[in-house]
């Protein structure tokens, strides 16, 4: 149960005079939550009944925990004749799990704007029956971000966990156990969170058509960390705690883009719009990087990477037969190229040193196990005498699936096998004659559940697709009755409809079973269920 | 206008502050869950509350709470297809056991300043407490010792000062021999404030620190002793390897401590079933009531949280309560050193002339031999929780000299000459590479549950894990006996042991030999956590998994020799035969086998002897020298 309460006071103070208008805002505040939570599990004598009785149950888990916060805005803005806008505001912000001496922080922002079509100069420039609306803005500011710190409400508390885990059985009762909570931690404050978005809002003829693009950045920084370059005995039992490191740094730069129009032709109106961002995370730099070579830096440096990168081997290609196989001068299996045979692949030796290893591996991807790096949707709606029709679509793209266990290797611990495997692979022409001839395929020849084989046993190009989708989320038509005949139903409304979520996508992955948007590698995720409705809406 | 500006303010921040009144207050709440230390030595419940939770970092290696740790040896196959690897790695990694626990460490050192410090307890509760800790540290010592050889002893939990420079904190490893003398120290001073009390057999007692004594001298005394067997084991300050000169000194401590505990009467040999040796020595590990022989145990209680699933994760397929089970299979190996009752090791006999033996009952291959064999093993043709196990590969057709079979549990094929198909293969295998099924033809019984709902998921068991026995130190005493020269002795308390697994003729004391003292704990004590330690104290690790295949033939032949190689795990396999009118018709005869999944053979290195001291813990402090493999 959570109980939750916000108190929110806020006074305004706004005056207009001659072409200046000035506004004034204060707001205070301050919320309270408590999430009580119970948790009981029992070991019924009886699958009949549903309820829960004392007798048999084994655990019983009581939660209270309590989390608040205040905030305090001030904020003031100005605009000349609705042309020239400029806003300044600050916050001071307290948050409950931060250490006393660290609660509070003081965040500043500031935006400007300016909307050159109402500048004579540029009427003159454009019509406004073109162009009636183009804004300029921008806005910086900075916040403080208090999720993800390595520290609860306590932890500047020299304390016990109560309860901690399941009871310790001493002269046979349960002993409820208290952990020690280890060394206090005082240090850690607001991560920072500096914000920088440039945008512009238009209208084209008459705001029929309308639209925004945006640039934005998000600079973190003060990330905890620890300190790895004072290096505690491990004797000691424990390790420096984090604090927030100035140079522990992460970035979210992006582009998003708007644009909608609406339209009419003959008794048919509609509208279009559609979405489109692109975001990626990096890491900014960290406390001290440090490398034993520049290969160790090659491999393990963040400084300035994308976030998420997976490395594996790049496939050039698979054998096409045991000559090829046996004269190829690259050691692929680390086992002299003995484990393989036709249509086994055949991994790039980046450094030529003619063997496959770990120096081989280079970023692939767009990197897995994260939102895309490209979103969009896609709105499509129309009316028509009664009926009305709309259709939503989201795209995604820029974000990696490398295939592993089920999906990769035949007969994963002596499971299933994938239909691609089935359908393609190479194999004898009589698969009970060693001497009959290869038939190629698009997959390795099968083995039975040998994961430590070189096609299996390392992320490749071969087994990573880039995915791609485009998804029908939603689809609906309705037809409404009309008032007429309505009025003589004494109905004041009636519309039939039927509409379908997620009907269909477009992807490059329904191929191997998976929805475009899971991300365990073995495709063990249940996917996006396919939902139809149809339904009446009744009025009186 | 500047006027109303300031009454908004005003009002904002008058009303903010009824509602929430003092920010301080506000934003700081009351813990539901979280003690402060003083509370927790503020009350002996809660001093003892921090103190269960000190009894819970208490480490083992192989226990029933990590099954698959059993099978990484001789004693058992893994019969679950995500552990087949176990059986099929040559070389145990150098890291492997490592142990650096000091986070446990300081947790109890913290806790024996804080309540030695208590001025709200009661001196005896606090006594005891702080003995109970000292205990426990102790224990964890003695544990890093058998892992990692020499490690720094430390005694009190210090805390950097931020001076921008922590090495004032680095210390050195002790000598191997200084951490065992350490041991054996603290177990000498707490002993006195601990209960000696037989019935508390979840906590510290007097008698168990005895008991801890007579093993960890023991190990002290054979690292000594036959540490010249690996002389490149050690390190030229101390750290690993004990002076062959110290030996007689740790076998005499570690019989001094045996005796002590023997004389005091307060234990003795699990005999409450003797009609049936086998079922009394099953019972010993699972009957919690007036066990005289438990020493030492990590318990556990139904319906309180802290169960154990050994049952559930190795119950007979065939009559599993849950769609699971039988994940250890004892093997031919282990089987084959329980002696028949002549006290002689006996292979099963398979063959007959140049035909298979037959016999009458599928039990009867395992007929007169020591109780144990049944005791720790599931045997075919037994049965467990009063139902048939169905251990059976297949039909044996005689006339054609065929196998009939299936690859399902219990699966169904049609036997020649009938019209009809029927079972031919048992509910628990064996099948070969059929996860659970009992693939070297056995299950293992030691800490089984016969309860009702062992076996399930939503219940499991409070079998406990019993990590010191009287039974052990009997045979500590045996051994240090022997060592120290009195064979008379040693014959006694092995003797006792025997008789108690059915043996009724003793063992002269000119036959106690080395081999014997090796061979009889192997027996007593398998699937209790032993061999590996014991292999590696008597330096003969590397002579029993010495990375050569081995033949069934070479198993049977090395039974009974304590560095016989015994690399691979083996399996006998019973099959029904069917030879409609003819005598044999409705016998049994057994197969030896080897998994298919078995092809390695375990490789256990001069280096495995002192596991890898991890990279950080030598960065973080330069002054621990590394272990020979590194």
Same mark, same amino acid.
């Given at each position: 149960?959570?109980?939750?309460?916000?108190?929110?006071?806020?006074?305004?103070?706004?005056?207009?005079?001659?072409?200046?208008?000035?506004?004034?805002?204060?707001?205070?505040?301050?919320?309270?939550?408590?999430?009580?939570?119970?948790?009981?599990?029992?070991?019924?004598?009886?699958?009949?009944?549903?309820?829960?009785?004392?007798?048999?149950?084994?655990?019983?888990?009581?939660?209270?925990?309590?989390?608040?916060?205040?905030?305090?805005?001030?904020?003031?803005?100005?605009?000349?004749?609705?042309?020239?806008?400029?806003?300044?505001?600050?916050?001071?912000?307290?948050?409950?799990?931060?250490?006393?001496?660290?609660?509070?922080?003081?965040?500043?922002?500031?935006?400007?704007?300016?909307?050159?079509?109402?500048?004579?100069?540029?009427?003159?420039?454009?019509?406004?029956?073109?162009?009636?609306?183009?804004?300029?803005?921008?806005?910086?500011?900075?916040?403080?971000?208090?999720?993800?710190?390595?520290?609860?409400?306590?932890?500047?508390?020299?304390?016990?966990?109560?309860?901690?885990?399941?009871?310790?059985?001493?002269?046979?009762?349960?002993?409820?156990?208290?952990?020690?909570?280890?060394?206090?931690?005082?240090?850690?404050?607001?991560?920072?969170?500096?914000?920088?978005?440039?945008?512009?809002?238009?209208?084209?003829?008459?705001?029929?058509?309308?639209?925004?693009?945006?640039?934005?950045?998000?600079?973190?920084?003060?990330?905890?960390?620890?300190?790895?370059?004072?290096?505690?005995?491990?004797?000691?039992?424990?390790?420096?705690?984090?604090?927030?490191?100035?140079?522990?740094?992460?970035?979210?730069?992006?582009?998003?883009?708007?644009?909608?129009?609406?339209?009419?032709?003959?008794?048919?109106?509609?509208?279009?719009?559609?979405?489109?961002?692109?975001?990626?995370?990096?890491?900014?730099?960290?406390?001290?990087?440090?490398?034993?070579?520049?290969?160790?830096?090659?491999?393990?440096?963040?400084?300035?990477?994308?976030?998420?990168?997976?490395?594996?081997?790049?496939?050039?290609?698979?054998?096409?037969?045991?000559?090829?196989?046996?004269?190829?001068?690259?050691?692929?299996?680390?086992?002299?190229?003995?484990?393989?045979?036709?249509?086994?692949?055949?991994?790039?030796?980046?450094?030529?040193?003619?063997?496959?290893?770990?120096?081989?591996?280079?970023?692939?991807?767009?990197?897995?196990?994260?939102?895309?790096?490209?979103?969009?949707?896609?709105?499509?709606?129309?009316?028509?005498?009664?009926?009305?029709?709309?259709?939503?679509?989201?795209?995604?793209?820029?974000?990696?699936?490398?295939?592993?266990?089920?999906?990769?290797?035949?007969?994963?611990?002596?499971?299933?096998?994938?239909?691609?495997?089935?359908?393609?692979?190479?194999?004898?022409?009589?698969?009970?004659?060693?001497?009959?001839?290869?038939?190629?395929?698009?997959?390795?020849?099968?083995?039975?559940?040998?994961?430590?084989?070189?096609?299996?046993?390392?992320?490749?190009?071969?087994?990573?697709?880039?995915?791609?989708?485009?998804?029908?989320?939603?689809?609906?038509?309705?037809?409404?009755?009309?008032?007429?005949?309505?009025?003589?139903?004494?109905?004041?409304?009636?519309?039939?409809?039927?509409?379908?979520?997620?009907?269909?996508?477009?992807?490059?992955?329904?191929?191997?079973?998976?929805?475009?948007?899971?991300?365990?590698?073995?495709?063990?995720?249940?996917?996006?269920?396919?939902?139809?409705?149809?339904?009446?809406?009744?009025?009186? | 206008?500047?006027?109303?500006?300031?009454?908004?303010?005003?009002?904002?921040?008058?009303?903010?502050?009824?509602?929430?009144?003092?920010?301080?207050?506000?934003?700081?709440?009351?813990?539901?869950?979280?003690?402060?230390?003083?509370?927790?030595?503020?009350?002996?419940?809660?001093?003892?509350?921090?103190?269960?939770?000190?009894?819970?970092?208490?480490?083992?290696?192989?226990?029933?709470?990590?099954?698959?740790?059993?099978?990484?040896?001789?004693?058992?196959?893994?019969?679950?297809?995500?552990?087949?690897?176990?059986?099929?790695?040559?070389?145990?990694?150098?890291?492997?056991?490592?142990?650096?626990?000091?986070?446990?460490?300081?947790?109890?050192?913290?806790?024996?300043?804080?309540?030695?410090?208590?001025?709200?307890?009661?001196?005896?509760?606090?006594?005891?407490?702080?003995?109970?800790?000292?205990?426990?540290?102790?224990?964890?010592?003695?544990?890093?010792?058998?892992?990692?050889?020499?490690?720094?002893?430390?005694?009190?939990?210090?805390?950097?000062?931020?001076?921008?420079?922590?090495?004032?904190?680095?210390?050195?490893?002790?000598?191997?021999?200084?951490?065992?003398?350490?041991?054996?120290?603290?177990?000498?001073?707490?002993?006195?404030?601990?209960?000696?009390?037989?019935?508390?057999?979840?906590?510290?007692?007097?008698?168990?620190?005895?008991?801890?004594?007579?093993?960890?001298?023991?190990?002290?005394?054979?690292?000594?002793?036959?540490?010249?067997?690996?002389?490149?084991?050690?390190?030229?300050?101390?750290?690993?390897?004990?002076?062959?000169?110290?030996?007689?000194?740790?076998?005499?401590?570690?019989?001094?401590?045996?005796?002590?505990?023997?004389?005091?009467?307060?234990?003795?040999?699990?005999?409450?079933?003797?009609?049936?040796?086998?079922?009394?020595?099953?019972?010993?590990?699972?009957?919690?009531?007036?066990?005289?022989?438990?020493?030492?145990?990590?318990?556990?209680?139904?319906?309180?949280?802290?169960?154990?699933?050994?049952?559930?994760?190795?119950?007979?397929?065939?009559?599993?309560?849950?769609?699971?089970?039988?994940?250890?299979?004892?093997?031919?190996?282990?089987?084959?050193?329980?002696?028949?009752?002549?006290?002689?090791?006996?292979?099963?006999?398979?063959?007959?002339?140049?035909?298979?033996?037959?016999?009458?009952?599928?039990?009867? &291959? #395992?007929? =007169?031999?020591?109780? +144990?064999? /049944? $005791?720790?093993?599931?045997?075919?043709?037994?049965?467990?929780?009063?139902? @048939?196990?169905?251990?059976?590969?297949?039909?044996?057709?005689?006339?054609?000299?065929?196998?009939?079979?299936?690859?399902?549990?219990?699966?169904?094929?049609?036997?020649?000459?009938?019209?009809?198909?029927?079972?031919?293969?048992?509910?628990?295998?064996?099948?070969?590479?059929?996860?659970?099924?009992?693939?070297?033809?056995?299950?293992?019984?030691?800490?089984?549950?016969?309860?009702?709902?062992?076996?399930?998921?939503?219940?499991?068991?409070?079998?406990?894990?019993?990590?010191?026995?009287?039974?052990?130190?009997?045979?500590?005493?045996?051994?240090?006996?022997?060592?120290?020269?009195?064979?008379?002795?040693?014959? &006694? #308390?092995? =003797?006792?042991?025997? +008789?108690? /697994? $059915?043996?009724?003729?003793?063992?002269?004391?000119?036959?106690?030999?080395? @081999?014997?003292?090796?061979?009889?704990?192997?027996?007593?004590?398998?699937?209790?956590?032993?061999?590996?330690?014991?292999?590696?104290?008597?330096?003969?690790?590397?002579?029993?998994?010495?990375?050569?295949?081995?033949?069934?033939?070479?198993?049977?032949?090395?039974?009974?020799?304590?560095?016989?190689?015994?690399?691979?795990?083996?399996?006998?396999?019973?099959?029904?035969?069917?030879?409609?009118?003819?005598?044999?018709?409705?016998?049994?005869?057994?197969?030896?086998?080897?998994?298919?999944?078995?092809?390695?053979?375990?490789?256990?290195?001069?280096?495995?002897?002192?596991?890898?001291?991890?990279?950080?813990?030598?960065?973080?402090?330069?002054?621990?020298?590394?272990?020979?493999?590194?």
């Amino acid at each position: 149960m959570i109980t939750s309460t916000d108190v929110q006071l806020q006074a305004d103070y706004a005056h207009t005079f001659g072409k200046h208008s000035i506004g004034v805002t204060f707001v205070t505040e301050r919320n309270k939550r408590r999430d009580l939570n119970n948790w009981v599990h029992a070991v019924p004598t009886t699958n009949v009944l549903p309820l829960i009785y004392f007798s048999t149950m084994d655990t019983y888990d009581d939660g209270d925990i309590t989390t608040s916060k205040i905030g305090y805005v001030g904020r003031i803005s100005y605009n000349y004749n609705n042309k020239y806008y400029l806003e300044v505001a600050g916050r001071r912000d307290a948050s409950y799990i931060l250490s006393p001496e660290h609660k509070w922080g003081t965040f500043p922002f500031a935006s400007g704007g300016w909307r050159i079509t109402q500048e004579p100069f540029f009427q003159r420039l454009i019509s406004p029956d073109i162009l009636n609306e183009l804004k300029l803005r921008g806005s910086y500011g900075l916040t403080g971000d208090d999720r993800n710190l390595p520290i609860d409400e306590f932890s500047y508390l020299e304390a016990y966990d109560y309860n901690d885990g399941n009871p310790a059985i001493l002269d046979g009762n349960a002993v409820i156990s208290s952990k020690y909570r280890g060394l206090p931690v005082t240090t850690i404050t607001w991560i920072k969170s500096h914000m920088l978005d440039l945008g512009l809002d238009f209208g084209l003829f008459h705001n029929k058509l309308t639209g925004s693009f945006d640039y934005f950045k998000r600079v973190r920084s003060d990330i905890p960390g620890t300190k790895y370059d004072v290096l505690l005995p491990s004797e000691l039992g424990y390790t420096l705690p984090e604090e927030n490191l100035p140079d522990n740094k992460d970035k979210v730069e992006g582009l998003e883009g708007a644009i909608n129009y609406h339209g009419q032709a003959g008794k048919v109106n509609f509208s279009i719009g559609a979405n489109l961002s692109y975001a990626r995370t990096y890491t900014v730099s960290t406390y001290k990087p440090r490398f034993f070579n520049s290969l160790d830096q090659y491999y393990n440096s963040q400084e300035g990477r994308p976030q998420n990168l997976d490395w594996g081997y790049t496939v050039i290609g698979q054998f096409t037969s045991q000559d090829q196989i046996n004269n190829y001068p690259v050691n692929i299996d680390g086992q002299g190229n003995s484990t393989l045979l036709p249509g086994d692949l055949i991994y790039k030796d980046f450094n030529n040193d003619g063997v496959i290893n770990k120096e081989d591996t280079r970023p692939l991807g767009w990197g897995g196990g994260r939102n895309p790096i490209f979103n969009g949707g896609l709105n499509l709606a129309a009316s028509w005498n009664g009926f009305d029709f709309h259709m939503d679509f989201s795209m995604g793209a820029g974000y990696s699936f490398v295939r592993d266990y089920e999906m990769r290797w035949p007969y994963q611990n002596g499971g299933a096998l994938q239909e691609v495997f089935y359908d393609s692979h190479w194999h004898h022409e009589d698969i009970y004659d060693v001497n009959s001839p290869w038939v190629a395929g698009d997959y390795p020849a099968m083995r039975f559940n040998e994961s430590g084989q070189s096609n299996y046993n390392k992320p490749s190009s071969f087994w990573l697709t880039n995915i791609k989708y485009i998804r029908c989320r939603t689809l609906e038509l309705g037809y409404s009755l009309p008032s007429e005949l309505l009025e003589r139903l004494k109905i004041s409304k009636a519309r039939f409809y039927v509409n379908a979520n997620n009907l269909f996508s477009i992807d490059n992955v329904h191929q191997y079973g998976i929805d475009a948007e899971i991300y365990d590698n073995n495709g063990l995720t249940y996917p996006q269920s396919k939902y139809l409705n149809v339904g009446i809406n009744l009025s009186f | 206008m500047k006027k109303i500006y300031i009454i908004a303010i005003a009002a904002a921040t008058g009303i903010g502050m009824l509602a929430g009144g003092c920010s301080k207050d506000f934003l700081t709440n009351d813990p539901t869950s979280i003690l402060t230390t003083d509370q927790v030595f503020g009350s002996k419940e809660l001093a003892f509350s921090a103190l269960a939770d000190l009894y819970k970092g208490y480490v083992d290696q192989q226990t029933i709470t990590n099954w698959v740790e059993f099978t990484n040896f001789d004693e058992a196959f893994p019969s679950e297809a995500g552990n087949y690897w176990r059986a099929q790695q040559t070389d145990f990694p150098y890291d492997w056991w490592n142990l650096w626990n000091y986070d446990y460490i300081r947790n109890i050192n913290i806790y024996i300043a804080r309540c030695s410090g208590a001025t709200a307890l009661d001196d005896a509760d606090k006594q005891r407490f702080v003995a109970e800790a000292r205990f426990l540290r102790a224990a964890d010592y003695f544990e890093m010792a058998k892992r990692m050889g020499g490690v720094p002893i430390v005694t009190e939990a210090k805390t950097y000062d931020y001076n921008g420079d922590p090495s004032y904190l680095q210390q050195p490893r002790n000598k191997e021999a200084e951490v065992y003398d350490f041991v054996l120290a603290e177990l000498d001073t707490v002993m006195q404030y601990l209960p000696d009390d037989a019935t508390v057999q979840d906590r510290a007692t007097k008698g168990l620190c005895l008991a801890m004594q007579s093993r960890a001298a023991l190990y002290a005394a054979s690292i000594a002793k036959y540490g010249v067997n690996t002389p490149g084991v050690t390190l030229p300050g101390g750290e690993i390897g004990i002076p062959a000169s110290q030996a007689d000194k740790y076998y005499q401590i570690s019989r001094n401590a045996s005796l002590a505990l023997v004389k005091s009467g307060k234990y003795s040999l699990y005999m409450k079933k003797p009609d049936d040796l086998a079922d009394n020595f099953a019972s010993l590990f699972y009957d919690k009531s007036n066990n005289p022989e438990v020493i030492f145990a990590q318990n556990f209680k139904l319906k309180s949280g802290t169960v154990e699933g050994w049952t559930l994760n190795n119950q007979p397929r065939a009559i599993a309560e849950e769609a699971q089970g039988g994940r250890i299979n004892p093997t031919l190996n282990l089987a084959l050193k329980y002696e028949t009752l002549d006290n002689k090791y006996t292979p099963f006999k398979v063959q007959s002339g140049a035909g298979y033996a037959y016999y009458d009952k599928e039990s009867d &291959i #395992f007929n =007169n031999r020591d109780a +144990r064999l /049944a $005791g720790t093993f599931i045997l075919p043709g037994s049965q467990f929780k009063g139902k @048939d196990v169905d251990i059976w590969a297949g039909y044996y057709v005689p006339a054609s000299g065929k196998i009939i079979t299936s690859t399902t549990f219990g699966g169904q094929a049609q036997l020649p000459g009938r019209d009809y198909k029927e079972q031919v293969v048992g509910f628990s295998g064996p099948i070969d590479g059929l996860e659970f099924s009992a693939q070297t033809g056995f299950y293992v019984r030691k800490f089984m549950d016969p309860a009702t709902g062992s076996g399930q998921i939503g219940t499991q068991s409070e079998v406990w894990w019993v990590r010191y026995r009287y039974g052990e130190v009997l045979l500590n005493l045996a051994e240090a006996e022997f060592e120290l020269g009195k064979k008379d002795s040693a014959a &006694i #308390f092995i =003797n006792q042991i025997r +008789r108690r /697994a $059915g043996f009724t003729k003793d063992l002269t004391p000119t036959e106690i030999t080395f @081999d014997r003292i090796v061979h009889e704990r192997r027996v007593e004590l398998a699937f209790e956590g032993h061999e590996l330690f014991d292999n590696k104290r008597w330096r003969i690790a590397d002579k029993v998994w010495n990375g050569q295949k081995i033949t069934a033939a070479e198993l049977e032949a090395g039974v009974g020799k304590a560095t016989a190689p015994n690399t691979m795990a083996y399996g006998l396999w019973p099959y029904k035969v069917y030879d409609p009118g003819a005598t044999n018709d409705g016998k049994w005869i057994y197969k030896i086998v080897k998994p298919d999944e078995v092809t390695a053979a375990h490789r256990f290195q001069l280096g495995n002897y002192y596991s890898t001291i991890n990279q950080d813990i030598i960065s973080n402090n330069p002054k621990i020298v590394k272990n020979p493999n590194q």
